[in-house]
């Protein structure tokens, strides 16, 4: 019965999300246009999937508990630098505007309120081309912002 299917069904029972609850998880092809449900307080660090993937790969990630340790996304390898930008909000009523430096930043992160690893935080990654990952998204920070952006 098709209505019963759709009452019961959640953003954790469809194709296009997933909850993430491992210290470790390793982004597959098969995640791409799906959102990735960011859900272990303690930390966790995800990794891009190799720059061979298809150009147009996406995949979105949205804190649902907030991180008391780190929250790193990382390519899979040295030299996947990361562009674009994210917005940080903090609940301090301040915000700022983070980029990747273009050069060497390869990781985000959140290792501290300031950087975004609260809930209802997230980040859309698009692999562009051979060593290029689009990041966009806002961050829910705590006191005065500061860039997630890191070299691994």
Known sequence: NMSTYFRRATARRTMTSKEI?????????????????LNRAAGMTLTL???????GFTVKMIVRDSF??????????????????????????KADKFAPNGSSN?????????KGRLAGSWV??????????????????????ATPFADT
């Open 21 to 37: 609850t491992d210290a470790t998880y390793q982004i597959k092809a098969g995640d791409h246009g799906k959102t990735l449900l």
């Open 106 to 114: 390869d990781t985000l992160k959140a290792n501290s309120d300031a």
């Open 68 to 93: 008391s340790g780190s929250w790193e996304i990382t390519g899979a390898a040295d030299g996947d630098l990361f562009f674009g930008a994210v917005a940080t909000v903090s609940v301090a009523a």
């Open 124 to 145: 859309e990654f698009t692999l562009m081309g051979a060593n290029e990952w689009l990041v966009d998204g806002t961050l829910i920070a705590g006191g005065t912002p």
């Open 49 to 55: 999937p190799a720059d061979t993937l298809f150009f």
